[in-house]
């Protein structure tokens, strides 16, 4: 190889390497939201779905004249109508209660404090609620009792908290009901105290602190086909997400329809994390904000529904409202309202996502619309567009004409492929041409190790290696691809609907993929410009004997970066001539991901089986002369001043 510091081809975007999150393998809800209880409103269409009433009686809610019974009340409030009336007549102690399952269990962990609560409504005060969380083997892990004491049959929230004595992953609640009289309970909650940043009903710390190691460019959300919906009914809008979580009108959640490898009927979206807080993490992680919105078209490989053209005003007015939500300041009525939800400082948004794969001529006409009254109020914020599938391309193709000659910011491709795709595809982008006003998103990629989002899929080596070989080519070409990421982001392990993921987690720990390990090297080490890089005296290209490679200088850092795949099972001696440098420093970094067996994969149990292992190396000479070894992908840094 032969590497020229000083000759700069293009600038790397900030934003080159980002984070695609959606609400899809229990993501959110039972994933980064750190809520433990399912269904804490009883809002799901069958509303005991996750919990159980814990009765000796047969007849279930009843005890020896005592009942417990849903009541669905509109009139209360539209948005969570249904809660829980209990009618005690001096049960025994633990003998009629409620209980829940959590999502899959609920993880639980040695002297953590857990924070319960819930809203109850009574004329008297004659109610104990012995709260308590058990074990899979039956063990009280930790409880207490509470004795709701407001008698003025308005809605009161009560809160308590308590100690686990022991670590569980798969943990139950109970709420076991003492005393006489009658009282309605609604919003039944427990959370960690160990969330992101200790926030209050926040976020699960593992799960962000993974995506804050990525150093992301930006984090794209809500999704994914939670954007469009089955139908336009279930579509994701961002101002139900704001305000008081009792407020927040949960729904279906897209991917507990049959389009799921594996059902999920108990797969709603409760919107504990709203658009609020995806703003407020994309802030926490030094991520650009990229929200992508409904255009009047629901997702196109269900329903298809659309929104007639001469009723898109409110979708349009959705975004509008947004970018004043974000950007705006007290003056401005949305702008006011993320105030209010304790934000003063605006969010700073830059882009807008215009629908999430919707294609075809009723595609176009509809951004045709979004774009001229988005830009006539807002010339500065930069659309990203979806694209539609080609005969016997990648899914979501960038080469539309139609498209391009639109001259929107980005044009979203997606790729969800096998890794000889990948492979042949790193130079892909060569024939790009990076003067284009319109940019290129790769929104989504996964390498697929079976097949096309087939539920064999598994993360191993070869796919992760595939990837790393395929962003060599995003890499080099800077100029016109400036924001990739891979898609999906989270899976839990007993909840997920699509293989391959990103992270795996249960309902303790969080696991990096080899994916994720090459992501996390990209992205820390994406650096600010790319340079010239020959290969046997030819610019650089993609799978030339077997290598994949890319170079970028960052000019903070004052670092030159080196990415280099050998996608062989070969080891492989390589001299990498570097011009440009007055001289070569004595030593320099190397980070290596190899593993002879491409099947290779990290589990939750064994996590570390591929990792980045990082060393110093020592340079003499005027080469960096390396032994590369088969399948691999290696890291180099040299510092430049
Ligand atoms: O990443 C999973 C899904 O794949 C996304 O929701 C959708 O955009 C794509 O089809």
Same mark, same amino acid.
């Given at each position: 190889?032969?590497?020229?510091?000083?000759?700069?081809?293009?600038?790397?975007?900030?934003?080159?390497?980002?984070?695609?999150?959606?609400?899809?393998?229990?993501?959110?809800?039972?994933?980064?939201?750190?809520?433990?209880?399912?269904?804490?409103?009883?809002?799901?269409?069958?509303?005991?779905?996750?919990?159980?009433?814990? *009765?000796?009686?047969?007849?279930?809610?009843?005890?020896?004249?005592?009942?417990?019974?849903?009541?669905?009340?509109?009139?209360?409030?539209?948005?969570?109508?249904?809660?829980?009336?209990?009618?005690?007549?001096?049960?025994?102690?633990?003998?009629?209660?409620?209980?829940?399952?959590?999502?899959?269990?609920?993880?639980?962990?040695?002297?953590?404090?857990?924070?319960?609560?819930?809203?109850?409504?009574?004329?008297?005060?004659?109610?104990?609620?012995?709260?308590?969380?058990?074990? *899979?083997?039956?063990?009280?892990?930790?409880?207490?009792?509470?004795?709701?004491?407001?008698?003025?049959?308005?809605?009161?929230?009560?809160?308590?908290?308590?100690?686990?004595?022991?670590?569980?992953?798969?943990?139950?609640?109970?709420?076991?009901?003492?005393?006489?009289?009658?009282?309605?309970?609604?919003?039944?909650?427990?959370?960690?105290?160990?969330?992101?940043?200790?926030?209050?009903?926040?976020?699960?710390?593992?799960?962000?602190?993974?995506?804050?190691?990525?150093?992301?460019?930006?984090?794209?959300?809500?999704?994914?086909?939670?954007?469009?919906?089955?139908?336009?009914?279930?579509?994701?809008?961002?101002?139900?997400?704001?305000?008081?979580?009792?407020?927040?009108?949960?729904?279906?959640?897209?991917?507990?329809?049959?389009?799921?490898?594996?059902?999920?009927?108990?797969?709603?979206?409760?919107?504990?994390?709203?658009?609020?807080?995806?703003?407020?993490?994309?802030?926490?992680?030094?991520?650009?904000?990229?929200?992508?919105?409904?255009?009047?078209?629901?997702?196109?490989?269900?329903?298809?529904?659309?929104?007639?053209?001469?009723?898109?005003?409110?979708?349009?007015?959705?975004?509008?409202?947004? @970018?004043?939500?974000?950007?705006?300041?007290?003056?401005?009525?949305?702008?006011?309202?993320?105030?209010?939800?304790?934000?003063?400082?605006?969010?700073?948004?830059?882009?807008?996502?215009?629908?999430?794969?919707?294609?075809?001529?009723?595609?176009?006409?509809?951004?045709?619309?979004?774009?001229?009254?988005?830009?006539?109020?807002?010339?500065?914020?930069?659309?990203?567009?979806?694209?539609?599938?080609?005969?016997?391309?990648?899914?979501?193709?960038?080469?539309?004409?139609?498209?391009?000659?639109?001259?929107?910011?980005?044009?979203?491709?997606?790729?969800?492929?096998?890794?000889?795709?990948?492979?042949?595809?790193?130079?892909?982008?060569?024939?790009?041409?990076?003067?284009?006003?319109?940019?290129?998103?790769?929104?989504?990629?996964?390498?697929?190790?079976?097949?096309?989002?087939?539920?064999?899929?598994?993360?191993?080596?070869?796919?992760?290696?595939?990837?790393?070989?395929?962003?060599?080519?995003?890499?080099?070409?800077?100029?016109?691809?400036?924001?990739?990421?891979?898609?999906?982001?989270?899976?839990?392990?007993?909840?997920?609907?699509?293989?391959?993921?990103?992270?795996?987690?249960?309902?303790?720990?969080?696991?990096?993929?080899?994916?994720?390990?090459?992501?996390?090297?990209? *992205?820390?080490?994406?650096?600010?410009?790319?340079?010239?890089?020959?290969?046997?005296?030819?610019?650089?290209?993609?799978?030339?004997?077997?290598?994949?490679?890319?170079?970028?200088?960052?000019?903070?850092?004052?670092?030159? @970066?080196?990415?280099?795949?050998?996608?062989?099972?070969?080891?492989?001696?390589?001299?990498?001539?570097?011009?440009?440098?007055?001289?070569?420093?004595?030593?320099?970094?190397?980070?290596?991901?190899?593993?002879?067996?491409?099947?290779?994969?990290?589990?939750?149990?064994?996590?570390?089986? @591929?990792?980045?292992?990082?060393?110093?190396?020592?340079?003499?000479?005027?080469?960096?002369?390396?032994?590369?070894?088969?399948? *691999?992908?290696?890291?180099?840094?040299?510092?430049?001043?």
């Amino acid at each position: 190889f032969k590497v020229n510091v000083s000759q700069v081809q293009s600038e790397v975007s900030p934003t080159m390497w980002g984070i695609f999150f959606e609400d899809i393998n229990m993501g959110a809800d039972g994933g980064i939201y750190a809520e433990l209880v399912k269904n804490r409103s009883f809002e799901f269409f069958k509303p005991l779905m996750g919990w159980k009433i814990t *009765s000796p009686n047969t007849l279930q809610g009843f005890y020896l004249g005592s009942e417990i019974t849903i009541v669905n009340q509109p009139e209360k409030a539209s948005t969570n109508p249904r809660y829980l009336h209990v009618n005690l007549m001096n049960p025994n102690a633990k003998s009629l209660g409620i209980s829940n399952e959590g999502f899959r269990g609920m993880g639980i962990k040695k002297g953590l404090r857990y924070d319960f609560s819930v809203f109850y409504r009574q004329k008297t005060a004659h109610t104990v609620l012995v709260i308590e969380l058990v074990s *899979s083997s039956g063990q009280v892990l930790g409880q207490t009792k509470i004795s709701p004491n407001d008698t003025s049959n308005e809605w009161r929230k009560l809160e308590t908290s308590f100690t686990a004595n022991e670590t569980d992953a798969k943990a139950k609640l109970n709420i076991w009901f003492e005393g006489n009289g009658e009282i309605d309970l609604d919003m039944i909650s427990l959370f960690p105290s160990d969330t992101w940043k200790g926030r209050k009903e926040g976020l699960r710390a593992d799960m962000v602190q993974m995506l804050a190691d990525m150093k992301p460019g930006f984090i794209r959300f809500p999704g994914g086909c939670i954007v469009e919906g089955h139908d336009l009914s279930v579509r994701y809008q961002w101002k139900k997400t704001l305000g008081p979580i009792e407020n927040r009108k949960l729904i279906v959640n897209r991917w507990n329809y049959e389009m799921a490898h594996r059902l999920a009927p108990d797969y709603f979206q409760t919107f504990g994390l709203g658009f609020m807080e995806y703003f407020q993490l994309a802030e926490d992680i030094g991520a650009e904000p990229l929200p992508i919105l409904n255009c009047g078209m629901a997702c196109q490989f269900n329903s298809g529904e659309l929104a007639p053209l001469n009723q898109l005003e409110p979708y349009i007015q959705d975004a509008l409202d947004l @970018i004043e939500f974000a950007n705006g300041d007290s003056t401005t009525f949305w702008g006011k309202v993320r105030i209010n939800l304790g934000h003063p400082k605006p969010f700073n948004l830059k882009m807008l996502g215009v629908g999430n794969e919707n294609w075809g001529t009723q595609y176009i006409e509809r951004l045709e619309i979004f774009k001229e009254k988005l830009q006539a109020i807002y010339p500065n914020i930069k659309l990203v567009c979806s694209t539609g599938p080609l005969p016997n391309g990648p899914l979501f193709d960038y080469l539309n004409p139609t498209l391009r000659k639109m001259e929107v910011g980005f044009v979203d491709e997606h790729f969800y492929s096998r890794p000889e795709w990948f492979f042949a595809n790193a130079k892909r982008y060569d024939s790009y041409n990076q003067k284009t006003k319109t940019k290129v998103f790769a929104g989504e990629y996964a390498s697929q190790s079976v097949g096309m989002v087939s539920p064999e899929n598994k993360n191993n080596w070869l796919t992760a290696l595939s990837e790393a070989a395929f962003m060599t080519g995003m890499e080099r070409n800077a100029g016109v691809v400036q924001m990739a990421s891979y898609a999906p982001l989270f899976a839990h392990i007993d909840g997920w609907q699509w293989t391959p993921n990103l992270i795996w987690v249960d309902n303790l720990k969080s696991m990096a993929t080899p994916n994720y390990h090459v992501q996390k090297i990209y *992205s820390n080490y994406k650096g600010t410009h790319t340079v010239s890089m020959l290969y046997k005296d030819k610019q650089v290209s993609a799978g030339q004997d077997s290598l994949f490679a890319s170079a970028v200088i960052d000019k903070n850092s004052q670092e030159l @970066i080196l990415k280099i795949v050998n996608q062989s099972k070969d080891k492989r001696q390589i001299s990498i001539q570097i011009e440009g440098l007055s001289k070569l420093p004595k030593t320099g970094n190397l980070i290596k991901l190899e593993n002879e067996n491409l099947e290779a994969l990290n589990t939750l149990e064994r996590p570390n089986e @591929i990792q980045a292992v990082e060393n110093t190396i020592t340079l003499s000479g005027k080469n960096v002369d390396l032994a590369i070894s088969g399948y *691999s992908f290696t890291t180099i840094r040299l510092k430049t001043n």
